[in-house]
């Protein structure tokens, strides 16, 4: 275990200084250089909070899943810790975006929740799926089948997320913004530029977050093994 | 690989015909469910729209008490060891479970439809019928190769029969809209309409990713 002795938090300090750059950046821009929207004013730029966080929850749920299917392939606990962290955060961040669209809907449709409106449902169900998640994984009390069938959820659950939202916005009116592409709902280059910054200062918190708390558990871990030797050898040697 | 399924098959019948416990729960689940629906909307008879909710509502809560008891037998006193050291192949201990669960499913409604054409139902259900079939079975098909799935990863978890109803619920909600769709019209007022192509689409490429999905993953799901 050669590997064990690289430092676990090597290059968090640049990548945690590059996201608040970064998101400090885009949330300037957002108050002091974007236009307001012409329908909906200044309510309209919780939108560069939404969108980004919306996408990043997704991408993390994904994430999440192909680190599942890498865990099953290969068998090693390190990539279930690292499913686990991304669905983990995702979750949060899920809970997030919900309470910033409910805002968002009650600011500009009039309502706090809105079932005509798929995306939000979409999120709503894997949102309520990923909450099964944690109460699967630690009611599974041996690690290895734990790692295992966290895995096989992860992975399921991964491919549902694009499968609910295809079956949910089938079957609904189309109302939500469509934020990019369509000449007709084009935004100015401001809001395009800072939008885009903003889903990449989501995506650096997000990386940034999530190499914090794999650290932290990697540490903790190590931590907790030299403890054991420790005893093991205090123990074993005579007094 | 086809012998192994239907024997596998055959026991989880055979287990089910002797001691009588899922299927009869399940259906008296799906009839208490429309007994409440009743009362809980207030209404004497339900068409279109809230008809194929209240039936689909009913179906699917039991369809979650199967899932629940789906793998119990192999959880208990080391019966998914037997089978494994049986010469078989994974995919058709899959196969089978999946087949058995729609088994159960195809049994409780031969039960509870009737019961819903008497008890709830303002249209007749005779015109209905073939249509209504049709969808069931494809759904109950999707509700089977969920349900395998969601019942092999539950029977792991100390939390097995929470965890079963919370896993599947949101997993189904994708057919479930599908299916109320298309059941939303056959029982309609005015006598069945024509079923968008859609919908069945839906449900049976849903079926069809589970399926893959299920293949895919059994070998990590089915262990001691």
Redesign the interface.
């Given at each position: 275990m050669t590997e064990k002795r690289k430092t676990p938090g090597r290059g968090l300090r640049p990548l945690a200084i590059l996201t608040a750059i970064t998101l400090g950046t885009a949330y300037g821009m957002v108050f002091f250089w974007t236009p307001n929207e012409a329908d909906q004013g200044f309510v309209q730029k919780i939108f560069y909070l939404h969108v980004p966080m919306a996408i990043v929850t997704l991408g993390g749920f994904v994430l999440g899943g192909i680190f599942g299917f890498i865990q099953l392939r290969t068998g090693d606990r390190k990539w279930d810790l690292r499913s686990y962290v991304a669905i983990h955060l995702s979750l949060m961040l899920a809970l997030g975006t919900l309470i910033t669209g409910s805002i968002w809907a009650r600011a500009s449709w009039g309502h706090w929740w809105v079932w005509e409106e798929p995306v939000l449902v979409s999120f709503l169900i894997v949102f309520l799926l990923y909450s099964c998640y944690q109460p699967l994984r630690f009611s599974i009390e041996d690690p290895d089948k734990q790692a295992r069938y966290a895995s096989v959820f992860a992975v399921v659950a991964g491919a549902f997320v694009p499968l609910n939202f295809a079956a949910v916005r089938l079957a609904q009116a189309y109302t939500h913004p469509r934020v990019l592409g369509g000449a007709q709902n084009s935004m100015p280059g401001s809001m395009r530029i800072t939008f885009l910054l903003a889903i990449v200062g989501m995506t650096l918190l997000y990386a940034t977050l999530w190499k914090f708390e794999i650290t932290s558990k990697t540490t903790r871990m190590q931590l907790g093994s030299i403890k054991r030797r420790l005893e093991r050898e205090n123990t074993g040697s005579p007094a | 690989m086809f012998r192994d399924t239907i024997n596998l098959l055959r026991k989880d019948l055979l287990l089910e015909a002797r001691g009588r416990e899922v299927v009869p729960a399940m259906a008296l689940l799906a009839l208490s469910t429309l007994v409440v629906l009743h009362f809980a909307l207030g209404q004497q008879s339900l068409d279109g729209k809230l008809a194929a909710g209240a039936l689909w509502i009913a179906i699917l809560f039991s369809a979650t008490l199967g899932i629940g008891r789906l793998f119990v037998a192999e959880s208990e006193d080391g019966g998914m060891d037997a089978v494994l050291l049986t010469p078989v192949d994974r995919v058709a201990i899959l196969v089978a479970k999946v087949i058995a669960l729609f088994t159960f499913l195809v049994m409780v409604q031969i039960v509870i439809v009737p019961a819903f054409g008497l008890l709830l139902l303002g249209p007749h259900l005779a015109p209905a019928l073939p249509k209504l079939v049709g969808i069931l079975l494809l759904t109950d098909a999707a509700i089977a190769t969920v349900g395998a799935?969601v019942g092999a990863?539950?029977v792991?978890?100390?939390?097995r029969d929470?965890?079963a109803p919370?896993?599947a619920?949101?997993?189904l909600?994708?057919?479930l809209?599908?299916a109320t769709?298309a059941t939303a019209g056959i029982l309609a007022v005015g006598g069945p309409e024509g079923i968008p192509g859609?919908w069945p689409l839906?449900i049976a490429l849903?079926a069809l990713?589970f399926g893959l999905?299920g293949i895919a993953?059994y070998d990590?799901?089915l262990?001691d």
């Open positions: - | 799935l990863i539950a792991q978890s100390r939390l929470l965890l919370l896993l619920l949101p997993l909600i994708p057919p809209i599908a769709h859609r839906i849903y990713v999905l993953l990590n799901v262990d």
